[in-house]
């Protein structure tokens, strides 16, 4: 059973930057597909990144590329997300997730999910 918690939300102006941990432990991170969902109120959860284990493939919705980076270190069970430039419409509740080896990291495939953290950004 795997357990990933998150760290690292809070409250920032537009503009500012955050960086978002989740630590992974009692699963096979080394072998998993990671990333990071978001759900503001209202609306439906979004995938925002993923990366691969090896980390050579990396994906980003369109609203945070060039914003936000996703990285992984295997060593520590840590996938991060540096979410940089900030903006009203980042504000959401967001979600690290795994996916088994083997399959493309999507809101279908997920296999564990974190508690999330919570992203609020003032205008």
């Known amino acids: 059973q795997v357990q990933l918690v998150e760290s690292g939300g809070g409250l920032v102006q537009a503009g500012g930057s955050l960086r978002l941990s989740c630590a992974a432990s009692?699963?096979?991170?080394?072998?998993?597909?990671m990333g990071w969902f978001r759900q503001a109120p209202g609306s439906e959860r979004e995938l925002v990144a993923r990366i691969s284990r090896d980390t050579i493939t990396t994906y980003y919705t369109d609203s945070v590329k060039g914003r936000f980076t996703i990285s992984r270190d295997n060593a520590k069970n840590t996938v991060y997300l540096q979410m940089n430039s900030l903006k009203p419409e980042d504000t959401a509740v967001y979600y690290c997730?795994?996916?088994?080896?083997?399959?493309?990291?999507?809101?279908?495939?997920?296999?564990?999910w974190g508690k999330g953290t919570l992203v609020t950004v003032s205008s």
């Open positions: 009692g699963g096979r991170f080394s072998i998993s597909a």
């Open positions: 997730a795994v996916a088994r080896y083997g399959v493309i990291l999507t809101i279908y495939t997920v296999d564990y």
